[in-house]
């Protein structure tokens, strides 16, 4: 299982240089003017002040030298002797350190290390939001459906389901705020039911608590950012479920004489959990990344927002940066979700042994 | 089987229960503020976006420069809501010798940094300096080179510059490499600022000063830096010295709060919280209606015009003029302005320069900047021209209604016999087109820097400058300029400048299309809400209540 994990890690490494030396190459090869963005404002940039800016940025260097820098810049391992300002010194026997300089961003001037280190843990948090919504909702009304088959039930949560699914995220989103932060303020609704319609709580204890009245800024987006890995998250459950409830082993409970719910949860619940923990498993990491139109609509200060944010001012630093960070968070994640199978089914050992 | 169930819907009663529940809590103002009653939140100023810069020597728009000018005060200053120039920091307008080459500042006593030490003449000096240090990499350095020995020193070619700070004597002397009356007026812009040396010279880098807090010497300082989450906050200076209108700000803190996206922002200002915002684009009449006279429409000192490409044998030089007079007189301004952003959204231009630049009168500019489409004169001039039905293709950046009323424009030039290819491009591909010549008309823009024909005329029209990117070039015109750059006397040097814009629109480089205006709309609690020309607000005169 060790040699699997350590194999597993180690694979993140071809797959973030691979994504890595994507992006560079469309940075690179798309026509692209970081010095005009930057220091432009519309107008024809000064001669004098170009020569400046590239300087500062090493734009005036060859592609190659540049990309190289950029490698060794994020490459995350240093040893003792690999000294550079800023870097703390190793650790321990190895003197090895981890410390990845993922590059500076152009429009804001600051290494993109900082704006990992200020938006990564807020869409960390608003995606641990979503999925305790996502799981308690989805959860609940995906067995309801399975065990309660056919009946109003059922068919009310198929259909909910499915139409959450189809609407789009920005839609929910501006009508959330629409009923709950404009229409309390206008007195359409009673006051008691104000949420904010943007940002994000001043402060947060325990990391993800949010302290004193910031719960208002948390509900609203990670119900929307729930809202369609819930109704998915749903619908696989009751599918899992059904199929799970047919099994043999069921009727043998069954007739064992066992509780339903001793039933369901004990055995049923826990062998459909393979499929259903993968899809919570996967989507924690999409969520993380892709909260993209949540964050925007709701001025949430996370990853995602960082990244549009980045595209949109064609800011190849925070671009590349952001991406390396969340597709290393997705493998891992990944990685994670696959060693949790052995919690679920003792059948599963990873990795690849001969049974004879 | 009922049991469990039961438990089921118990514990999705139970979640949404929970849900709403927290949504009741402490909710005690009900319109307007947000947070305590004493703070001004701004959603209007990062409403479509954060701030890039806002160290004075790097921020490069208006929107980035607010916090800096709250925080900062120059030499000398434009007054909101006249726009006249007086002084600030200096405290009276400067000396200056006979050919408007050296001026003599002599500094205010009583102004304070807002960690208690006194602004000395040295302080501006550094900052100057800093900005034009190469490795600093400003964007806005350009805007010294007047000064002697500036352009050099950017370049990393000089290290002498021409300003003489004189502590005790509690002056500023500055040499400028030419004759340049405008050098007060232009001490305005926020890069002018001093910073505080003895703070400054200190930091490592430089360009993260704005990182953590900055100090300044105006009516506000900083209480965050721009790392920061959401929001920038500024509190009042209370030792200030009482500024322009000899007193302090009555609003205690600002919160300029950044939103990504304007609608939301609009959102947040709809929910009651915020005391400003932006106006969707398209929303104009639905916000009137619900906001009535609290909506702000005042005009702004931006221009923004087709430009021709004089060096070009299509459209360019003596032989094309009466083509370009009859393009002129084809636009329908007023029908574009309306397609594209709305009824009444932006002014018709009578001229190049905005009405609102101080010493402002029209000038005449029977084809550049006609009132009304005159079609029956155009296809006249066409028959004067007697060249072949031309195919022109106009450069027009991607998306914000440049489309719409290019496309307007298209057909009406298709009427007097002009065929119009649209070609939409990515800003950062659009200079480079431009810089190559390879074009025939392009749209541009201009705000005004500062609040002066000079910003407007000088370096977009004398030839071969940096801005010119029409490629316009007429001696009469640039004469005209130079003369009155060295005119003392502040009226007739304005009407020099009268007299160069309506020789250049004669010549139709360029075809003014709309002058900006600044819409905002503001809450009922905020009183006295001053936006200056410049597109900038003076918080310090706004009153909460």
Redesign the interface.
């Known amino acids: 299982m060790v040699r699997y994990v350590v194999r597993r890690v180690l694979l993140i490494i071809p797959i973030v240089w691979a994504a890595l030396t994507l992006l560079f190459i469309v940075y690179r090869v798309v ?4 010095v ?14 170009r ?3 590239e ?2 940025y090493g734009l005036d260097k060859s592609p190659q030298a540049q990309y190289w820098d950029f490698l060794t810049g994020v490459n995350p391992i240093h040893f003792c002797g690999d000294d550079k300002p800023g870097v703390q010194p190793g650790v321990g026997a190895a003197c090895l350190r981890l410390h990845s300089d993922l590059g500076e961003s152009y ?4 290494p993109v290390n ?1 704006i990992v280190r ?1 938006t990564l843990p ?1 869409s960390v948090r608003l995606a641990t939001w979503a999925i305790i919504i996502e799981v ?2 989805g959860l ?2 995906g ?2 459906a399975a ?2 088959r056919y009946s109003f039930a059922d068919a009310f949560a198929t259909v909910t389901t499915t139409a959450i699914v189809a609407l789009p995220v920005f839609v929910l989103g ?1 009508l959330l ?2 009923i ?3 229409l309390p ?1 206008k007195g359409t609704l009673p ?10 709580p001043e402060d947060w204890d325990f990391f993800f608590i949010p302290d004193g ?1 910031g ?2 800024f948390v ?1 609203l987006p990670a ?1 929307v950012l729930a809202a369609g890995s819930t109704a998915l998250l749903a619908r696989m459950t009751r599918t899992t479920m059904l199929e799970v409830l047919r099994a043999d082993f069921v009727r043998t409970a069954i007739a064992k004489g066992l509780r ?2 001793q039933v ?1 949860v004990k055995h049923a619940l826990r062998n459909a959990m393979i499929p259903i923990v993968t899809l919570i498993g996967i989507d924690f990491a999409t969520l993380v990344g892709a909260a993209v139109i949540t964050e ?4 949430w ?1 996370g990853i995602g ?1 960082a990244l ?2 980045g595209v ?1 001012k ?1 800011d190849a630093p925070v671009v590349q940066g952001l991406t390396i960070v969340l597709v290393a968070l997705y493998a891992f994640v990944n990685l994670l979700v696959d060693i949790s199978y052995t919690l679920f089914d003792p059948r599963v050992r990873l990795g690849k042994r001969s049974e004879s | ?1 009922r ?3 039961r ?2 819907v118990l ?2 009663t139970i ?1 949404s229960l929970a ?2 529940a ?6 005690d103002e ?2 307007g503020g947000g947070g305590d009653s004493s703070t001004l939140i701004d959603l209007q100023n990062f409403g479509v ?2 701030p ?2 806002i160290d004075p020597g ?1 921020a ?2 208006v929107n980035s420069s607010q916090p800096g000018y709250l925080a900062f005060d120059g030499l000398m200053e434009n007054d909101p809501e006249t726009m006249e120039l007086k002084p600030m920091v200096a405290e009276a307008a400067p000396e200056v010798n006979e050919d408007n080459t050296e001026f003599t500042f002599t500094l205010r006593d009583d102004v304070t940094w807002h960690d208690g030490e006194p602004v000395k003449p040295s302080d501006f000096e550094f900052a100057w300096k800093r900005v034009l240090d ?6 806005v ?2 805007h010294l080179y007047p000064i002697e020995g500036a ?1 050099a020193m ?3 070619e000089g290290t002498e510059l021409g300003v003489v700070a004189d502590d005790e004597a509690n002056t500023l002397t500055v040499t400028t490499e030419y004759a340049y009356s405008l050098f007060p007026r232009v001490t305005t812009h926020l890069v002018f600022s001093p910073v505080p040396k003895h703070i400054v010279e200190k930091l490592d880098d430089q ?2 000063w704005e ?1 953590d807090t900055m100090v300044g010497n105006g009516p506000y300082k900083f209480t965050s830096g ?2 920061t ?2 929001s920038i906050k500024m509190e009042r200076y209370d030792d200030y010295w009482g500024g322009l209108a000899d007193k302090n700000p009555e609003v205690k803190t600002i919160e300029f ?5 304007e ?3 609009y ?2 200002f ?4 915020g005391h400003v915002a932006l106006i969707p684009e398209g929303r104009l009449e639905e916000v009137k209606e619900e906001f009535g006279d609290r909506v702000i429409d005042d005009p702004l000192l931006a221009v923004n015009f087709y430009g021709f490409n004089m060096k070009s044998d299509a459209v360019g030089g003596e032989e094309n003029l009466e083509l370009r007079q009859a393009i002129g007189l084809a636009l329908d301004k007023e029908t574009a302005i309306t397609a594209s952003f709305g009824e009444g959204a932006r002014k018709v231009p009578s001229g190049y320069v905005p009405e609102g630049m101080p010493g402002y009168e029209a000038v005449s500019a029977e084809f550049a900047a006609a009132p009304e489409q005159n079609l029956d004169r155009a296809k006249e001039l066409m028959e004067e021209w007697g060249g072949d039905p031309p195919t022109l293709s106009i450069l027009i950046p991607e998306g914000s209604g440049h489309d719409t009323q290019a496309e307007t424009f298209q057909a009406n030039l298709e009427e007097i016999g002009v065929t119009v290819t649209i070609d939409p491009l ?4 659009f ?2 087109r ?2 190559e010549g390879n074009y025939d008309i392009f749209w ?4 005004a820097d500062f609040p002066h024909y000079d910003n407007l005329l000088y370096s977009s029209f004398v030839t071969d400058n ?2 010119n ?1 029409t490629g316009y070039s007429n001696p009469e015109y640039d004469a005209k300029l130079l003369e009155a750059r060295s005119e003392p006397d502040e009226d007739k040097a304005i009407e020099m400048y009268r007299e160069a814009e309506e020789i250049m629109l004669a010549d139709v480089p360029v075809i003014p299309l709309d002058w900006g205006t600044n819409r905002l709309v503001i809450s009922d609690k905020v009183d006295n809400f001053v936006v200056s020309k410049l597109g900038l607000v003076a918080y310090e005169l706004a009153t909460l209540g």
């Open positions: 026509p692209n003017d970081p005009q963005i930057y220091a432009g404002a519309g107008r024809v940039v000064n001669p004098i002040i020569e400046n800016v300087r500062k429009s804001e001037d600051r900082s200020e807020n308690a909702v609940a009304v067995i309801l065990v309660r501006v705020q629409w709950f932060g404009i303020h006051s008691w039911m104000r949420l904010e319609v943007q940002g994000m009245d719960w208002r509900i119900v339903r719910r369901v925007t609509i709701f001025n200060n927002l549009v944010d949109s064609r | 089987m049991r469990m169930r438990s089921i514990l999705s979640l849900l709403v927290a949504g009741c809590g402490d909710d009900e319109s976006g954060g890039d810069k790097l490069r728009d190469p490795e600093f990499g400003s964007p350095s350009y352009e950017n370049a990393g360009t993260t990182d721009k790392k989450t959401g709060r950044i939103s990504e996206d609608t939301s922002a959102g947040v709809e929910g009651g919280t990515a800003p950062e591909t200079f480079g431009v810089g541009a823009g201009w705000v940096g801005d990117l």
